[in-house]
């Protein structure tokens, strides 16, 4: 299982840029993709200068429903990481989106070569992506322009009520100010799998597709964002190691 769905806590902006680090920096060895799975709509091609097709739109209508078939409607950054666009419109996004997950995350999720991020944006209610997803990350940000969020310590109810009742949900902090994120974790009742800095020319280049040789790699965000991908791959495989059957030495499952 390698479906990793990334949604925001309430008050929180963050996911697309985040979701952009990670799997621009996932750990070597490990192919990693951006799935746009945010109701609301798609940034990525108006970022990127990309296509609105081939996209989940296209995938959806494509009667070819093995991931071969899916691949082909992914497009490349020009960082050459691979993402599948949403609509741009929160009209048509909302059902392609829904639509996607009902007939495609399954298969997704059974990727285990593959690290797929969801970008699933502000959810506010339970998520068909999130359902299907091995990992649910909450993103939490905090800082001097994101008071509405720093209350999220008190707000454990809201914070936890759009997710899917499933233990495999963590934490990952925008900010390390004013709350220490372990607290923040604590305060929650969620693993912390790491922070973020507030690094705006390191989200600039992310906003920018993560061009490759000009400078992306060496920012803040970018070094804190393999160590956070790191992780969240090390717990995907931990995952994957206990649900595997254990062969007994007469060569019977055990």
């Known amino acids: 299982m390698s479906l990793v769905a990334i949604c925001e806590a309430p008050g929180t902006s963050a996911s697309t840029t985040t979701v952009l ?11 990693a993709m951006v799935l746009e799975c945010d109701p609301s709509g ?32 992914l497009q490349e950054l020009p960082s050459g990481l691979s993402v599948m666009l949403a609509p741009s419109s929160a009209s048509r996004a909302e059902t392609v989106v829904t639509e996607a997950a009902r007939r495609l995350a399954p298969m997704v999720g059974q990727l285990d070569d593959v690290v797929a991020f969801a970008d699933c944006g502000r959810t506010v209610a339970p998520s068909p992506w999130c359902d299907a997803a091995a990992l649910v990350v909450v ?9 509405s969020t720093v209350p999220t310590i ?9 997710l899917p009742s499933s233990s495999h949900i963590g934490l990952v902090i925008v900010g390390e100010r004013p709350y220490p994120p372990a607290e923040i974790a604590a305060a929650v009742r969620l693993p912390l799998f790491g922070a973020l800095p507030i690094d705006a020319p390191g989200a600039a280049l992310a906003a920018g597709a993560w061009t490759v040789g000009r400078g992306a790699s060496r920012t803040p965000l970018a070094r804190a964002a ?16 206990t649900a595997m059957p254990v062969a007994s030495t007469n060569g019977v499952d055990a």
């Open 42 to 73: 798609g940034d990525l091609a108006g970022w990127a200068g990309l296509h609105g097709d081939p996209s989940w739109s296209s995938a959806v209508a494509a009667p070819d429903r093995s991931w071969p078939g899916v691949y082909r409607h």
């Open 21 to 31: 680090a990670l799997a621009a920096f996932a750990p070597a060895g490990r192919p």
């Open 139 to 147: 993103l939490v940000r905090q800082g001097p322009a994101a008071g």
């Open 154 to 162: 008190d707000r454990t109810t809201e914070l936890r009520q759009p």
């Open 226 to 241: 393999g160590v956070v991908s790191g992780t969240i791959v090390e717990h995907l495989d931990a995952r994957r190691a």
